[in-house]
Structure formats: structure tokens, C-alpha cells
């Protein structure tokens, strides 16, 4: 009824996961006693099933539900990890794998709900798991997930008594159309509208004397202020903050908040990241405010995840010390803590929800004090949460279309922008082809000022066709135009392997930051370069392009080709430019001389 076996009997790889008739038929039923128990009440639940009776499903009810069970590619049980299968299902939702133990044994589990029995059955064309109940396809939205699960009762009351729910209940963008021709096949089939919540459980609010939603109100006026007191759907009201600061545009399963290793990339990660060296990313939430969420490898906490992780004694703001270091809790661990606890989902139509350890609070003297005062490096492409809702970031390669991501301009016609995967830092980053004229916005960084540098890939010898770019900030030119043909070996840039140097290249960063270039950082290998530490390929380099006041508001960065691009031809054929990450590094860190800026 799903139309599928005509495609199952061709060649490819899949995986599907397997309940058996009984297993369906009970699940038909329990669906439908779900729907008719609620149906009356002030919040009726819709699962799509109406009737007991297997055969009186809807043709759309069966293809959802066939479809859920079907990933295109091969997995084995060996390559489950904690967190989402690096490719969604046929109904482009994520499948979140965690374990659970009981006396008798040990089960994977698919969002918290279906236990694999008995896998890894090889066959032509794919892999199949037997599985003990079909998977439950979540048509909630993110708020109503929250409120389907009494323990984040308080957190749900935040969100109905300011209207939130409202904001993270879309989950499509109908206006975007797919373009035709030959870029058009690799461009995105849709544009789904995603959303990442950290949650605290009511027990965790208990902890700091909260227990209604006055308590809450008192407790987020206590940080954010009485302005607009009472007027809790207005965005400048304490409690909308609170909660507000707790979104982010997106879906960030907790195997790729940082980059890790899954699915698709296991094999570049192991080549690329060089062990011992923190994982970490920033992401603007939907208060307008910037959370960076840590995963400490240099620590003895390397197993966990933080939010607004603290590497002072002490933080800049005592009264933070119980709200930095948030840990976001994995789906395994979080289902044991207790009982009520254990059949929790964190997946939604429109996102996926983290249970948090502490209450998470955004302080603006702690965040630019502390978290925030340090050199910030932003990966490009974790920047637009366009990729990450639609399974591109971390995944595959993509053409952009123009309006695609809102953090995106693009000028004139003959300007692609595509994302590529295991490239560089992060694994990816953002190529450029063509006459490429295009722009990204700038996350809300704190208001101070900033040297601003670029990643860079560069030749190892002089290039006999010239390639210029300009670089704007908020649409004025920015510095002189940026030769992209200069050689590494070259007196313009002046690269020289440490080694070969008499002092480890301390004096020869200092020449190089004279020249306005610096080396790539010494926390990941280069690609390019039989993998490498990026610090010693004379490929990788930084580009110092400017120092600049920022102050609070939008800001953009415009890339903008001069010259003609190097190669005719196709699009595939014609990449002029590759942009990884950008770096934010607050002028006291770099002039202090008592303490030289790391290389890491």
C-alpha cells in the first residue's frame, strides 16, 4: 500500500527495521485507543489512527508508517552510536538510537521506543533488524512534545503563558521551490523548519526552590529584569527571555551539537580531529544571544557535553557558578536516572528535545567576562540552521539556492554557493564558485573589538592566473583586495615549517602576522596533507583581514571575486574560493605579552 516493494526490489542500500504482524496489529491498536481516549479533551492527541483494525488504515497512515522503518543506506548494529543515524528515514525524520539493559539483556533502542531483537540480516540489497515494535512517527511539534511528558510541567507553563509554543510550530516552508536544470539536482528536495530545545525537568527547578510558574517568573526577573513585567508574550519580559535563551533554530541531534563521529563521516573524523583537543561550537538562540556548548576532551569530563562550560577558577559572576557548566544529558543515561523518566521521546515533527542538568540562564556580564572572552571561531557552516534542519550539515553535498538560508546573500547570477563535506575544520565548510558575490550574517557576537581573520587555502607555489577577492563588513569595503593566488613559500606569506625553524616558529608567527597571514590551527589535520596537523600543511593559513569595534546589531561579510574565475566549464569544475571558519579574537588576548595566544 506504500508503493515501496518496487523500490526495495531494485538495486541499492537500505536498511530497514522489521516488526513482526503481531507487533503491527498491537500497535494499530494502541494508536487508536491513544486517539479515542484524548479526542473529547481540551488537548487531543492525533495519531492518524482511527480505527483497531489494521485494515482500516488509510493509505497515508500505512505509507507513514512504512516509510518510518526505511533508511537509504547500509547500517550495521556496530555503527550505531548514541544520537541520531547520520541519515534520516523515508519520512525525513531522524532516528535517534540510545541502549537499554535489563536483567535478561542488552537492546539498541530507536527513539526510546522500539528495541532491535535480532539484526544485521545481510541481504542483496541491504540490511535488515528485527525490531520488537514498529517506531512510532512523532506528528507532535516540539512544544507539544514537551507537553506530553509531565516532568517538564513547569518548563511547558513558561512556554503557554509566553506564546512560545506558537513560535517553534512550524515545520515547513512551502513558499521554497526546488530549481531545475543541473544544479538543481544537487540542491535540497525541501526546506524543512527545525528547532533544538534544552529542557529542565521539574526536579532540576525543584532543586533551586521553584515549583510553580510565579516561582519561575520571580526567578527570570531576577535575571532578566521587570521590564515589561506581566506582559509575559512580550520578548522583552523576563520570563519570555528565559525561555527564549533555551532555542535554537535547527536540529541538533546530541551526536553532531559538536562534530562527532557518525553516520556518514566516521572515517573523516578518525583522519581529521587529533585527540586531546576540546570540541566546540557557538549557536545563536532565540533570544538573540549566543550559548557555546563544549565537549571538554582536554578534561576528565571528555564523555559529556556542556553548555557555557567554565575554565576559570571562579566565574566572573559568583551567583552563576550553579548556572554554568549545564550538561546536556544523553538519551541513555536520562531514561535510567528514574523511572518516570523512561519512556521519554525526544523527538518531535519539528526538532528534538535535550533534557538539561542545571537551569540554563543567559548573564551578560558572565558571557562577555568569561565563556565569550576568548578567541571565538566560528564554523561557517554551523551557522546556518537551514543545513542542519533539512540533514545537509555534516552529511552531504549540497547546492545552496539563493534564499535558501536566511544567513545567506548572494549577488548576481553566475554565484554558487555549495556545502561540502570533509574539507577542513569541522569536516566542512562552504565552497565558492564561479564569479562568486555573496555574503554571511554574523552571529550576535558580544559588543568589544575584535580581530577579525579568515581560514584560507592557498598554493604552494606562484599562480600565473591572478585571483583577487574583496572582502565588505556591513557593505563598506574592508582593507585592500585579498590576493588568493599568493604562494605559501612566497615573501608574501613566508611559510616555514616549525622544524625548520630555531625557536619552534615563534619568530617566524610574529614575521608572518607582520605579513597579515598566520598558520591554521595545531587542534586538527589537514586534509590535503596525508593528514597532518594543519599548523605544519603550508596549505592551511589564516588571513588576518581587519580590526574592527563591533557593536550590537546585525552584522554581515561580503566575499566578493575580482578577477575571472580560474577554469570554464561547468559548475563542478570552477570552484574559486572555500571558506571554513572566521575568528573573533578580542584585542587584549593578542596584545597581552605575558601570555602569547595559544596555537590551538
Known sequence: RAQLLSLLNTYGQYTLFLPDNNAVEKYVQEQDSIYHATKDSDDPVWTGIISPLFEDLTD????????????EKNYHTAEFGEGAIAKWNF??????????????????????????????????????????KPINSVKTTIAEQIATHDFF???HSAMLATGFADRVADDTDFSYKKPEGELGVLAPNKKYIRFTAFVEPDEVFNKYGIYTLDDLKTFAEKWYGSEEKGNNRNPKNALYKFVAYHFVEGELPYNRIVYSRSGSNEDIYDKIFIPGYDLYNYYPTMLGKLMKVLKPLSTTEAQNIYINYNKRDLPYNFEMRNHLDVRIIELTEFTQMDKKYADFVPTAANGIIHPIDKILIYNEDEM??????????????????????NNIWQTEFKYIPDGYCKGIKKYGTENYVMYSIGRAYMCDGISLSNYYDWAFKLPP????????????LISTVDN????????YFDDKVCGLPIDHSVSAFGEKVGWVDDSRTYDDGVELDKQMRNRGWMKAPDTYNAYYERYLP????????????TSKHLVDGEHWIRFRLLTTPFTGGDFNTTITGFLD???FVPLHIINDPTKPEDRH
Open 464 to 471: 600565473t592566473k591572478k585571483h583577487h577577492f574583496q572582502i
Open 368 to 389: 562577555v567576562g568569561n565563556i565569550l572572552n576568548e578567541r571565538i571561531r566560528l564554523d561557517v557552516a554551523s551557522l546556518q540552521p537551514e543545513l542542519s534542519s
Open 153 to 155: 510541567g513547569l518548563f
Open 445 to 456: 557576537l558580544p559588543s568589544k573589538t575584535y580581530e577579525i581573520r579568515m581560514s584560507m
Open 534 to 545: 594543519a599548523r605544519h600543511s603550508p596549505l592551511y593559513v589564516r588571513k588576518i583581514i
Open 60 to 71: 497515508s497512515m500505512a505509507i507513514v508508517i512504512a516509510r518510518t522503518h526505511l533508511i
Open 581 to 583: 571558519y572566521i575568528e
Open 91 to 132: 519520512n525525513d525524520r531522524s532516528l535517534v538510537v540510545s541502549y537499554k539493559v535489563t536483567d535478561e539483556r542488552f537492546y539498541i533502542m530507536l527513539n526510546n521506543g522500539s528495541a532491535i531483537i535480532d539484526g544485521d540480516y545481510d541481504v542483496e540489497n541491504g540490511v535488515v533488524h528485527l525490531i520488537d
